[in-house]
C-alpha cells in the first residue's frame, strides 16, 4: 500500500501535486521518489529488482533517490529549501 505526497517551492513556486510513494502488495516493484539532476524535476518512478531507476519527465537513467519519509530537500530548479508534504488518500 502507498500514499501521496506533494512536492512545493516557496521561492521559485515549483511544484508537483499528488506524487505516488510506497509499496503494493509484492516487494517489486515499487514507487519511489526522486530528484532528477539532469531536467530538474522531482517525483516518483518505478523501482525493478534488474533496472535502473529513471526520470518520469526525461527518462534519464540513475536519478538520485529520496527516502520515504523525506521532508525537505534543495528545489532542482533554484536551488531554495522546498518541502514534501504527505497528503490524504492511499493507493494499493
Given at each position: 500500500?502507498?500514499?501521496?505526497?506533494?512536492?512545493?517551492?516557496p521561492y521559485c513556486r515549483y511544484?508537483?501535486?499528488?506524487?505516488?510513494?510506497?509499496?503494493?502488495?509484492?516487494?517489486?516493484?515499487?514507487?519511489?521518489?526522486?530528484c532528477c539532476d539532469n531536467c530538474k524535476s522531482v517525483g516518483s518512478?518505478?523501482?525493478?529488482?534488474?533496472?535502473?531507476?529513471?526520470?518520469?519527465?526525461?527518462?534519464?537513467?540513475?536519478?538520485?533517490?529520496?527516502?520515504?519519509?523525506?521532508?525537505?530537500?534543495?528545489?532542482?530548479?533554484?536551488?531554495?529549501?522546498?518541502?514534501?508534504?504527505?497528503?490524504?488518500?492511499?493507493?494499493?
Open positions: 500500500m502507498g500514499w501521496f505526497v506533494d512536492f512545493r517551492c511544484e508537483e501535486a499528488g506524487i505516488g510513494v510506497g509499496h503494493g502488495k509484492s516487494e517489486f516493484p515499487y514507487l519511489a521518489l526522486f518512478t518505478w523501482i525493478r529488482e534488474s533496472e535502473s531507476p529513471r526520470c518520469g519527465a526525461c527518462y534519464q537513467e540513475n536519478v538520485r533517490l529520496l527516502a520515504d519519509d523525506v521532508h525537505s530537500i534543495e528545489c532542482p530548479k533554484c536551488g531554495e529549501p522546498a518541502f514534501f508534504a504527505r497528503r490524504e488518500g492511499q493507493w494499493s
